[in-house]
């Protein structure tokens, strides 16, 4: 993607927004920025990778708080990049549809149908959500997913039996990262725009596989040094 283009799927649209710092009194807004400054000066212009939790985005007050935050990073010079979770939304959804969560040593077991509810989730509504409010704050993000751009290779993972340490328990779709490509993440960054992360990997053969989004933010920050 060339600097001129659009970036592909913004998965959003943008809108008039009040400014991050709205509601905030000047002089608790000087007091933070003095405050800030040297921080602000010791890290312009290098990316901080943001892990964003399920269980953080149940309160609407905390969520337009979360992207008014990240919108104020990217303003004062820093470039925020997004990684979110979404495990109580996978719960639901998977609760509507009948079907029970499943975990073994704390990891989702991700058969075909959860792996397209996790997608639908993550992908489809989550991500979506994220965008929404970073844009209605006055940002310019991009949701992606680890198969845009070649973002996120990932291998199935494979996890040894506590009883039997020679077996390997197959949990399905869950992926472990072989790569990471920032490309597409330093582009958006250095054309102003916000990415925002779903931590969904893709294999070699196209196929997908849900990962930990702890692991994918500290890799995410590893490769991009931040």
């Known amino acids: 993607m060339s600097a001129e283009q659009q970036p592909p799927d913004s998965r959003a649209g943008s809108s008039e927004a009040p400014p991050a710092t709205q509601g905030v009194p000047p002089s608790l807004k000087a007091a933070i920025l003095a405050e800030a400054m040297p921080y602000i000066r010791r890290f312009h212009g290098r990316i901080v990778v943001v892990k964003y939790g399920g269980n953080a985005m149940t309160d609407e007050k905390l969520k337009q708080s979360f992207a008014r935050d990240v919108v104020l990073l990217k303003l004062v010079g820093l470039n925020p990049v997004v990684v979110h979770g979404g495990g109580p939304q996978i719960e639901q959804l998977l609760a509507r549809v009948g079907k029970k969560g499943e975990f073994v040593q704390g990891m989702r077991v991700t058969d075909a149908e959860t792996m397209d509810i996790v997608e639908m989730v993550l992908a489809g509504k989550v991500n979506k959500e994220i965008v929404e409010l970073i844009n209605h704050a006055g940002g310019r993000a ?15 993972m494979k996890i040894a ?15 472990e990262i072989e790569k990471i490509d920032p490309g597409i993440i330093q582009t958006l960054t250095a054309n102003g725009f916000i990415p925002v ?6 294999g070699e053969e196209g196929e997908t596989y849900n990962i930990n989004a702890d692991v994918v933010a500290g890799k995410v920050a590893e490769v991009l040094k931040a």
Do not use: Y
Not at 142 to 156: E, F, N, S
Not at 197 to 202: D, E, F, R, V
């Open 142 to 156: 991009v949701g992606l997913t680890g198969q845009d751009g070649g973002l996120i290779r990932a291998r199935r």
């Open 161 to 175: 039996s506590k009883d039997r340490p020679d077996e390997a328990i197959d949990i399905g779709q869950v992926g």
């Open 197 to 202: 992360i779903a931590p969904i990997g893709s």
